[in-house]
């Protein structure tokens, strides 16, 4: 537990530590600025970390809420972390106030809030400005579309499958990429659909712990998922399967209709969520893109 102003980063973590910045404030105004900066940095990093998970689809097969618990930890270790080693903003703030003959303003800490949903970190620029929540969504959004469209529309070519289908499911099942599986040891699975390892399939296999609902609750349960080499790889699988497979020949009567082929998904028994029309026709929607 930190008692005191930490050590590397100089900033107030509780009531003590605020008493002795404001007591410095008193005594050195100049050190007290540059460290209520840096306190001020830490703030707005974890706000924006805060803003980043809670525009992305909290609903994962790797969501749970003790991940929930550990990654709001993280998020506010990654903070300090990152406004102690300054990413501009802070001597930004000293310059700015400096020049004006501010004197050091003292940041109260936030109240605690619950632990903010499972994501990985995204890495942060040098130099940096406020970023809406939307802002970072679209960006987030259209990088994962520039990344998987190629492998799309070459799918789509071949087999008839509706690119914005499976862009969509894809990015629903792995969170706009962001919650791709992992094989055992780290490395990608580029199974971005979610698709199981049934008996018929020799492959490589990676298992991980997710969610299914059965008669509508949520269990938790090891399954094992396709591994593939490439995601060129995974989009032909899933495509294959999705034109050939007479199980989903109402997803391929929908044409380019959203809602359509969200309906025909479901009802195929591709996922047991049963929400996941309702998510896979918004995020299909949210893409913008026709077949």
Known sequence: MVNSLNTQSGLAMDTQSLSQLRLQARQSPDQALKLAAQQFESVFMNMMLKSMRDATPQDG????????????????????NLSGRGIGLADMMVKQLGRQGVSAPVVQPPAQSAPVQSMPVQSVPVEIAPVLPSAFTANTQQD????????????????????????????????????????????N?????????????????????????????????????????????????????MSANPRYAAVMQQGDNPAGMAQAVQKSGYATDPKYAEKLVNVMRQMNISG
């Not at 991980?208 to 269990?219: L, S």
Request: hydrophobic letters at 40%.
């Open 189 to 241: 699975s580029y199974n971005v659909f979610g698709i199981k390892a049934n008996a018929g399939w020799h492959g490589k296999v990676a298992e991980v712990m997710t969610t299914e609902y059965k008669n509508g609750v949520a269990n938790k349960q090891v399954e094992k998922f396709r591994a593939y080499s490439s995601y060129t790889e995974a989009f032909k699988d899933y495509a294959g399967m």
């Open 61 to 80: 097969m790797m969501d749970s809420d003790q991940t929930r618990m550990f990654t709001g930890m993280l998020d506010q270790q990654l903070a300090q």
């Open 144 to 187: 994962f579309v520039n990344r998987m469209l190629p492998h799309a529309m070459q799918a789509s070519a071949a087999t008839g499958v509706p690119p914005q289908l499976m862009l969509g499911q894809a990015a629903l099942e792995s969170g706009w990429g962001k919650r791709e599986i992992a094989m055992a040891d780290g490395s």
